[in-house]
């Protein structure tokens, strides 16, 4: 028998565990950090928050300011392409501009285990398809390949 459950925080991350879903927890939010997108290049943000109406799954990307009209102008087309996505920008005066992909499962009448692990693995494999997407359009900030000492590391903003 499926047992349904209305997802808390500790819920979560014992689906995450159950599922090897790797993840970590800042000090800065109350988010669960998801290293599977965290660690890639042109991620600021993956996070999973579990809120009153569920479980939302949002994912930020950096991108370049001169990239920001042709990505609103194709914004309709990522949002078509990725329906599970709402995809938008975020963009104000103290920080880089932004790319949001973000996801929620309905959570307050319960889910099953097997419906939360549909709902990360179909969000992550769509945001990492958006990510490649923007990658190839060359919308995102990348590291200065000639930088001596590396990347900096951008770490998480909140």
Not at 144 to 152: I, K, N, T
Request: with cysteine; net charge negative; glycine share 6%.
């Amino acid at each position: 028998m499926l047992t349904v459950v209305t997802p808390d925080a500790e819920q979560v991350t014992r689906w995450l565990e159950q599922a090897n879903i790797q993840y970590y927890i800042c000090d800065q939010c109350h988010g669960l950090h998801l290293s599977e997108l965290q660690g890639r290049e042109g991620v600021l943000d993956a996070r999973l928050f579990v809120e009153e109406d569920g479980v939302l799954l949002s994912t930020e990307l950096e991108l370049r300011p001169a990239a920001i009209f042709v990505a609103q102008a194709d914004l309709s087309r990522l949002n078509v392409d990725y329906p599970s996505l709402k995809v938008f920008l975020d963009v104000n005066d103290d920080a880089m501009p932004r790319m949001v992909a973000c996801d929620l499962l309905f959570g307050r009448q319960g889910v099953t285990f097997d419906q939360f692990i549909y709902f990360v693995q179909a969000t992550l494999d769509a945001t990492v398809q958006l990510l490649e997407d923007c990658q190839q359009a060359d919308w995102l900030i990348w590291p200065d390949p000639d930088e001596e000492d590396g990347p900096a590391e951008p770490g998480a903003l909140h």
